[in-house]
């Protein structure tokens, strides 16, 4: 049985490669470590991801038990001397895998996203999860712009100078803090002149709401779910949803079993099925061309039932049996990344 190629919207493949002995090694022969590596991503037919570079901070992540569920403490905001070191770091390793392995290549147009689904290669967008990395007064996007980064998420769930990240809570809405600040509006503008999407992917719900009044490019969430199945502070609500699809954007489904469990406990499990129940959520509220994949490979724990990047072919099949057309589950696949991207890039 053929799938179509497939586009990922989010990984932490980076963090996971940086600071280790020969990551390039490690990433071109395979490595059971590690959810992609070039061998299984080739196996999978995925054509391109978004790779992120992350600043950890080494948060201890504390857990709090709630009368109803749980919370982890909010992590302390990052020193952005720190953060830049670290960002561009981690955009170096993205460049040495793109010059050391032939069929891997960053990607910095749609014409290389296209050349990437049609060739066979790996192509990898060069994402930055929490701007911390970012000059406060944008004064080296420029240079980010130029080192390949075509996607940033302004915030993490953690503060920094462009707003307030959305704290892991559940139960809980995502209206759980501020907005943007003056100087993430002015992020938000930049990125747009340039053709840089925005991940509101780890906005409270006032970003999110300040972004869509901020930009007339399309919204995108690269890796979240649907409020609605698992009321969790990270997942988006019908509201939300439907801004997405109002703005032409794509909301990007996420592996993370605790986004995709309805239970109140941080280790829940969940499934495949839970995961195409929330593709299949937001399918049949906005619309087939709205749903995307965000796995979050590297960076959560998934379903053991996807395992790794070699699950994404029985992902795009289990939409098959769900009724999903061949049609849809291309768009899912690919093609609404692809109109996205046309319109932003």
Not at 42 to 57: I, P
Not at 115 to 144: K, M, R, T
Not at 241 to 252: E, F, L, Q
Not at 264 to 284: C, G, Q, R, S
Request: proline share 5%; aromatic share 6%; with cysteine.
């Amino acid at each position: 049985m053929s799938f179509p190629p497939v586009v990922d919207g989010h990984n932490d493949t980076l963090l996971r490669l940086h600071g280790i002995d020969d990551p390039v090694a490690t990433f071109t022969r395979g490595t059971e470590e590690m959810h992609i590596d070039r061998p299984r991503a080739r196996e999978a037919g995925l054509g391109v991801g978004f790779f992120a570079t992350f600043v950890s901070g080494g948060d201890d992540h504390e857990l709090r038990w709630t009368d109803d569920g749980y919370e982890f403490r909010v992590p302390d905001a990052l020193d952005h001397d720190d953060a830049r070191a670290t960002t561009y770091r981690m955009l170096e390793l993205l460049h040495r895998l793109a010059a050391e392995i032939e069929d891997f290549r960053v990607v910095r147009s749609l014409d290389d996203f296209d050349a990437c689904l049609e060739s066979g290669d790996l192509g990898a967008v060069a994402h930055i999860e929490g701007a911390e990395g970012v000059a406060p007064d944008c004064a080296n996007l420029d240079f980010l712009y130029a080192a390949g980064v075509r996607s940033i998420g302004p915030v993490w769930s953690r503060p920094n100078a462009f707003g307030a990240g959305v704290p892991t809570k559940y139960p809980s809405s995502p209206d759980v803090g501020g907005g943007l600040t003056d100087a993430g509006r002015d992020l938000v503008r930049a990125c747009e002149e340039r053709g840089i999407v925005i991940d509101c992917a780890h906005l409270t719900e006032a970003g999110f709401w300040d972004v869509a009044e901020t930009i007339g490019a399309p919204l995108v969430a690269s890796h979240t779910g649907a409020h609605a199945l698992s009321p969790h502070s990270r997942n988006l609500t019908d509201e939300q949803i439907d801004a997405v699809a109002d703005s032409n954007g794509v909301v990007g489904i996420g592996f993370l079993e605790t986004v995709l469990s309805d239970e109140p406990n941080p280790e829940a499990t969940a499934t495949m099925a839970d995961l195409v129940d929330h593709i299949e959520y937001v399918a049949d509220r906005a619309g087939s061309s709205h749903v995307v994949l965000g796995s979050d490979f590297d960076g959560a724990r998934i379903p053991d039932d996807v395992g790794d990047v070699t699950g994404l072919p029985d992902v795009l099949a289990a939409l098959r049996e769900r009724g999903f057309s061949e049609d849809d589950v291309a768009k899912v696949a690919h093609e609404n990344w692809r109109r996205v991207l046309a319109e932003t890039w």
